[in-house]
Structure formats: C-alpha cells, structure tokens
C-alpha cells in the first residue's frame, strides 16, 4: 500500500469518525431534547389529572364523573383510568378503542409506585404512553392513570434526521477520500520529486544535480534541503575519489614517461659495459658519468613525483609562524654555490612574518632561484626581493636571461612542460608546478612576467601574519606586479 493511500485513509478515517460522533450527538440530543419535552408535558397533565381525580373523589364517584373529569383537562392528551385489576374504567373522548392495557405494567407502577413509560401504536398513530399509579389521600392505590401523546411526528422528524445524517455522513467520507487523495498526492509530491532525482542520480552519477523546491521550509522542504546538503556531499566524495583516481592515472602516466629517457641511458650504458670489455678507460668513465647522471635525475624526479602525488591527494602543510628574511638570505647563501658567473643579488630583507612551513618555502625559493640561473646566461643577474604590500609579502625572483615566450607563459607551471627547454636546462618540468603549489598551500599564489631577451620575473604573494586582507585587498593584492 502506498503512502498516499495509506494518508488518505488516514484522513477519510478520521473525518469519518468525527462525523459519526457529531452525526450521534446531534441525534442523540435532539432525540433526548424531544422525550423531555414529552415527560414535562406528561408529568404535567399526570398532576393535574390525578389531583382533579382524588379531589372529586374518584373511583367511587362513578364512571360518567371521572371521563367528565378528564374530559375537562386539555382534550389533545390521550388518557385512561385503569383500575388495580387492570381493567378499563373510562377515557377520554379522543380514545375511540382506548389504550392497550398490560397487567404486568400495572402492578409494577402499583407496587412500585413509579411511572412506567411504553411506546405504542393506534392505528397509523404513534403515542407515548406513561402509566402514573394514583392513591387516595390516605395513601392506599385506587388505580393507574395512563397518559398518552402523539408523537408521530417526533419519531418522523428523528426518522429523517438520521437519514440525512447518514447521508451526510456517507457523502462526506466520499468527498474527503477524494479530497484526502488530491492533498496527499500535493503534498507528497515534492518526495516523488526527491525520489525521481536520487534515481535519476543514480542512474547517470550526475551528482551535481539537486531537489528544485520553492515550497515553505516545512518538513518537506527540510527534507529536500537535507537531501540537497547530502548530495552536496556525495558530489565532494566523488569528486575526492574521481579526482584520486585521475591523479594516480596521471603519476603512473607521467612516471612512466619521465622514467623511460634515463632508465633506456642506463641500460644502454649497462650493455655498452657488458659486451665490451675492451671498452677504453675515457669511454667506460663517461658511460658511469651518464649512469651516475641519471641516477641522480631519477632520484631528482621521483622526489618531486612523490610532492606532487601527495599534493593531489590532499596532503596539507603543517605550518608555523616563518620569518621570510631567515629563508631568504639562507637561499641566498646555498644559491651563490651555483651561480657559475651569475651575479646574485639580494635586495635588504624587510621584517615580515608568514603562517607557513620552513621547508617548504625554502623548496619554492630554491626552485625559483635555480631556474633564474640556469637560464641567465654568464654575466647576468638574478635578484631576490620581498617587499610588504596590502597585507601581502610579496617575494620576487627575477633574472637578465632568454626570458620565455609569450605563447609558452600561460603553461609554464603545469606538470612536464618545457618550452623548448627554454626553461629547463634538461630539467624534469616539475619544479614550477611544484612551486605553485606551494604558494596556494600557503593562501598565496605565484606569478610569471617576462620578455624575450630581457629576462623573467617570479612573483609570490603570501598573506602576512597577523593581517587578514579584505577580499578586495586580495583581489588588489593579487593584481599587482
């Protein structure tokens, strides 16, 4: 059974019982309304009667006295004297047959000297009969005096009260199943929408989609909003795991790629070294040199694979609070090492602090500074700088060298590029993006200007500690250089 069905029974079962309990009460009161009516008029006539009766001296009197003195009382009320044995002695006028008399209903109203009601029926008349047991003044019963009223058209009226209320009823139940099914469909809609997209979503792994529901933040909207959040969720899960998965592709792909130049030197070198023994001293010392060479290039690009594979898996940096000037003037010291004629300068570090990690700061610094060398040609310079600017220490690595072309820019800090290996001097294509990703791991973000033949400059911004920038001064921040 569906749960619309199951709501619209619910409703039409409800109302269904609410109209019974009003439908009775309305009956039953007016029903109960009505017989009072009948007891005060009956009881008020028994009185008059009776005390007419036992004042005049009644039965001894005869039966011409009393039917003249019931006669005198309210000729629209049935009455009739029965003696103790039950038999008839008078009636009034209206009574053409008279009253059905029960010796039974007799004796009781006289032993127990209580009014006994009964329902009859004369002919096409229906009458409320009351029998009042009557005693003389001295207490002892002389007869039954029965009473009686039309109450033909109480009964019809009640009669088609009931009729009505049945039809009422029974029309209602059908309007509210029909009522109840179109609220309930309304209603349950918006889940018939929840569940049509999850299958949906399902079906095609469209994780991106959600609920459309423009209704009142009720339960259902609730509802919808919290499967909107969860599928928010799924989406990011497999977005994580897509993205894994993309990434461990891309690391085999590229380690693969990477990994095929040196090991086919080594092995060629290996081979060289195997079938010729006679190989001369020269040849033998050069084939280990470029064994030697490689081994240190592969050891170079797996370190730097290994980064970048922890970077796509969502390896954050622990960080602390760094002093720029302590790591630049310590690359400063280790870069001089391999200047092979390039002029290295270091522009006054300016006191600035940094949320972020030693290590890795000096590995972005390092990096920038040895692509700046190995493509300034002898004689040229390399400078390094940091300057405090809108929240921001923006630190500058620029060079006199080729510089890079304008179509090569915009790719420069993906992974294995190489513009000609203008930028790489037989490097591995990695630093770069290595390096950019250090940045953004820092709340930063690096740049790259340059011009053929005039040189390049590397700019990194990093948040300054102890300011947080508004967004427009990021934006301003960024902008600049």
């Not at 929840?194 to 095609?204: E, K, L, M, P």
């Not at 796509?312 to 002093?323: C, E, N, R, S, T």
């Not at 033949?453 to 508004?470: D, E, K, M, Q």
Request: proline share 4%.
């Amino acid at each position: 059974m569906s749960l619309r069905l199951r709501l619209t029974l619910w409703y039409t079962g409800i109302l269904a019982a609410a109209l019974l309990l009003v439908s009775m009460a309305v009956y039953f009161t007016l029903s109960f309304t009505l017989n009072q009516q009948a007891n005060q008029f009956l009881n008020a006539r028994a009185q008059q009667y009776a005390r007419a009766l036992i004042l005049a001296g009644a039965p001894g009197r005869g039966n011409g006295f009393i039917r003249e003195q019931l006669s005198n009382f309210n000729p629209d009320t049935y009455a009739q004297f029965v003696t103790p044995d039950g038999t008839p002695f008078t009636r009034t006028p209206n009574l053409s047959s008279g009253l059905p008399v029960d010796k039974g209903i007799i004796d009781r109203a006289l032993r127990t000297g209580h009014t006994i009601s009964q329902t009859v029926r004369l002919g096409d008349v229906v009458l409320r009969v009351d029998d009042f047991p009557l005693n003389t003044t001295d207490g002892q019963p002389f007869g039954v005096l029965q009473l009686g009223r039309d109450i033909t058209q109480q009964q019809a009226s009640l009669v088609g009260l009931r009729e009505v209320l049945i039809l009422a009823g029974f029309s209602g139940v059908i309007v509210a199943f029909g009522a109840g099914w179109i609220v309930a469909r309304q209603a349950l809609r918006p889940i018939g929408r929840v569940a049509q997209t999850a299958q949906d979503i399902g079906d095609s792994r469209d994780f991106a989609r959600r609920v459309d529901y423009s209704g009142p933040n009720d339960e259902l909207g609730q509802l919808c909003s919290t499967f909107n959040v969860m599928l928010g969720h799924i989406q990011d899960a497999y977005q994580q795991i897509e993205n894994a998965l993309q990434a461990q592709r891309r690391f085999v792909a590229d380690a693969s790629h990477e990994l095929r130049t040196p090991l086919t030197t080594i092995r060629g070198n290996i081979g060289l070294l195997a079938r010729a023994p006679s190989v001369s001293t020269q040849d033998r010392r050069e084939a280990l040199e470029d064994m030697s060479s490689e081994a240190e290039r592969m050891s170079r690009l797996v370190s730097n694979l290994l980064v970048l594979a922890r970077a796509d898996a969502g390896l954050h940096i622990a960080k602390q609070p760094v002093h720029v000037e302590d790591i630049m003037q310590e690359v400063y010291r280790q870069s001089r090492v391999l200047s092979n004629g390039v002029a290295l300068r270091l522009d006054d570090p300016q006191s600035a602090e940094v949320e972020g990690s030693p290590d890795y700061l000096k590995q972005l610094l390092v990096i920038l500074m040895e692509n700046a060398i190995k493509n300034t040609p002898s004689g040229g310079e390399v400078r390094l700088a940091d300057l405090i600017e809108n929240g921001f220490v923006r630190l500058t690595v620029s060079d006199t060298g080729k510089g890079i072309p304008p179509d090569a820019l915009p790719h420069i800090f993906e992974r294995f590029y190489q513009a000609d290996k203008s930028r790489t001097g037989g490097g591995t294509g990695l630093g770069l993006a290595i390096a950019k990703w250090i940045a953004e791991e820092h709340g930063g973000r690096i740049e790259a200007q340059s011009r053929l033949g005039a040189g390049s400059t590397f700019t990194v911004w990093l948040p300054r500690n102890g300011h947080a920038p508004a967004r427009d001064e990021v934006a301003a921040g960024m902008a600049l250089g």
